[in-house]
């Protein structure tokens, strides 16, 4: 049963357009989610993150919207370029719990073309 | 400042033998995870450590287990390995020993581990 689903494996988009990158959920105890990206032979590095309590978090090129009551959460990058070219990563938490467990998607791998 | 280290990048082991996956956390930080990433998939979490002691752990076999030493680095063990166990393992550390918002996983590169 996943939890987190990012249902796009892939995304191609022109250098200086906007990437959107869509993420949803279904357990309603999230609270607490995150965006890291991939790069290949390298660790998930951490883009940008939002609590429940919020709808958008912005942070450069970066912008989160979360739809709580619709269980989707997406990433948009404005302007993409090349070097954003890596696998995306949407992940998922309930925060102040006992421990801290992330729950991750797929991933969507996003190329940008210059 | 150093990030999360992990050590070896990569190995190559045999169905039934034992490896050891080691980790070394940000500088002050006293939690650390480990996750399994199988090609095409999310990262899975195994354990989490926080100030030596367990915290959780993930839907893993026995043959899966881990410590965290008093300066807080870590060990993953897997014995009697399986082909299946072939895999990037992902060492995180975090300040704090729960999520909280503004205190995100850092993620080391990882190990490679290749099981013939």
């Known amino acids: 049963d996943q939890q987190v689903k990012q249902n796009s494996p892939s995304l191609s988009v022109q250098e200086g357009r906007i990437s959107i990158l869509n993420c949803d959920y279904t357990n309603s105890m999230f609270d607490y989610f995150l965006w890291y990206k991939k790069y290949p032979a390298e660790g998930p590095t951490f883009l940008i993150s939002i609590s429940s309590i919020k709808d958008k978090n912005e942070d450069g090129r970066f912008t989160v919207f979360l739809n709580k009551s619709a269980k989707h959460l997406s990433l948009h990058i404005v302007p993409s370029q090349p070097g954003d070219s890596a696998v995306y990563f949407c992940a998922a938490s309930v925060s102040g719990g006992s421990n801290y467990k992330l729950t991750f998607g797929k991933g969507t791998l996003l190329t940008v073309n210059p | 400042d150093a990030g999360v280290t992990q050590s070896p990048t990569h190995l190559i082991k045999t169905r039934g033998q034992h490896v050891t996956l080691r980790c070394s956390p940000i500088?002050?930080?006293?939690?650390v995870s480990w996750y399994q990433q199988v090609l095409g998939q999310g990262p899975q979490f195994i354990f989490q450590?926080?100030?030596?002691?367990?915290?959780g752990r993930g839907n893993f076999p026995d043959r899966f287990s881990a410590r965290q030493f008093p300066n807080y680095s870590s060990e993953l063990n897997v014995n009697a390995l399986l082909l299946g166990d072939s895999a990037l393992y992902l060492c995180a550390s975090s300040l704090r020993g729960s999520g909280v918002y503004n205190s995100p996983l850092h993620f080391g590169n990882g190990t490679r581990l290749t099981v013939t």
């Open positions: 450590y926080y100030e030596k002691e367990e915290r």
């Open positions: 500088s002050g930080h006293k939690s």
